[in-house]
């Protein structure tokens, strides 16, 4: 090869060297300054945990609301026959009623002074038809009682029913017979003969 040559070889190897061609096989490494900036980024992957509530069982507890029917019973003052009061629960039914009223008198204040004239321990059963309610006992009520307190047990039977809506008359009857009631002045039905409001307006009072 001619000196020529030689030199031209020579400054060809220089200038690849110059363009930093790695030779083959080899790693080159680069200065800080030298690397590209999109090569420096750091990439961050973040996972991110939803926990998501267990539903919350709710109980939800509902109250009745109990009504109650003012009722009018009648007890015996002085004998004579006033009106009362009482709560019911809704609706307040003839049996209801009834019941209620042969239970006798409560401890309220507004009873104090009261009294009633039914005997002690009387059941009866009530039936009510186009108006007329049926009182029946099993036992003779009226004889163990004096003629005013039969007067007066009536009374407070006949004006309690009868203030009831769907209630005009009352009829009496004792195993199955119908019997005769004394009426407010002092007079018998006949058996069987259906008494009304006033017919006992001789024994009402009229104290509120």
Do not use: H, K, W
Request: proline share 7%; aromatic share 4%; hydrophobic share 40%.
């Amino acid at each position: 090869m001619s000196r020529r040559a030689t030199t031209l070889s020579t400054a060809l190897l220089l200038a690849l060297a110059a363009c930093g061609v790695p030779e083959e096989g080899r790693f080159v490494t680069l200065a800080p300054g030298e690397v590209p900036e999109a090569l420096l980024v750091t990439t961050t992957t973040t996972s991110t945990t939803t926990t998501i509530p267990a539903p919350t069982e709710v109980t939800t507890t509902t109250v009745a609301e109990v009504l109650f029917d003012n009722v009018e019973l009648y007890f015996v003052s002085a004998n004579r026959v006033v009106r009362s009061e009482r709560r019911i629960i809704s609706p307040a039914t003839p049996t209801q009623v009834l019941d209620t009223l042969l239970t006798g008198l409560d401890a309220q204040p507004e009873s104090a002074g009261l009294r009633s004239a039914l005997p002690r321990g009387l059941t009866a059963t009530i039936e009510v038809r186009r108006g007329v309610a049926r009182i029946a006992s099993t036992a003779p009520f009226l004889s163990e009682l004096e003629p005013l307190d039969q007067r007066l047990a009536i009374a407070q039977l006949v004006l309690t029913l009868t203030r009831r809506p769907g209630i005009g008359q009352v009829i009496f009857s004792v195993d199955g017979e119908d019997i005769s009631i004394p009426r407010g002045g002092g007079d018998l039905t006949a058996p069987g003969v259906a008494v009304t409001y006033d017919d006992y307006l001789a024994v009402l009072s009229t104290r509120d």
